[in-house]
């Protein structure tokens, strides 16, 4: 009787696993979600703020980079981004903008003389 009763009890167990293990393999996992792709377009409002002020632009993360940094392509384009901004934000408020220059000394003495 006992070894009936453990049979019996090894025999659902054995379906219980077998279900559970079933049904664990027909569920599948739900698709992940798509990556963000960020897509940011800002046009710098007009105005006439700076109208006859004169401004240069030179290279606004040149010095705060890591050496073993400088040459990766996000360092390059993020740097350009950020004087593509600047540009079109002086520009669109009504400043006379030169450059961008990699540094100070690219300037000529005119074109640094006339720069606030």
């Known amino acids: 009787m006992k070894s009936q ?3 019996i009890l ?5 379906a219980w696993l077998s ?3 079933a049904a ?4 599948s996992a739900p698709d992940p979600p798509a990556a963000y792709n960020p897509n ?8 006439e703020a700076g109208k006859g002020i004169s401004i240069a632009i030179i290279r606004p993360i040149s010095g705060l980079v890591g050496e073993q940094y400088k040459d990766e392509p996000v ?3 993020t740097q350009r981004a950020i004087e593509k901004s600047m540009l079109d934000y002086l520009t669109a408020s009504g400043f006379t903008v030169s450059g961008p220059y990699r540094s ?3 300037m000529t003495f005119p074109e640094k003389n006339k720069q606030i």
């Not at 664990?24 to 569920?27: E, L």
């Not at 940011?40 to 105005?47: F, H, I, M, Q």
């Open 5 to 7: 009763a453990s049979s």
């Open 10 to 14: 090894v025999g659902v167990l054995l």
């Open 19 to 21: 279900l559970t293990l």
């Open 24 to 27: 664990c393999a027909c569920a």
């Open 40 to 47: 940011y377009s800002y046009k710098a409002p007009t105005s």
């Open 75 to 77: 360092v390059e384009n």
């Open 104 to 106: 100070i000394d690219d």
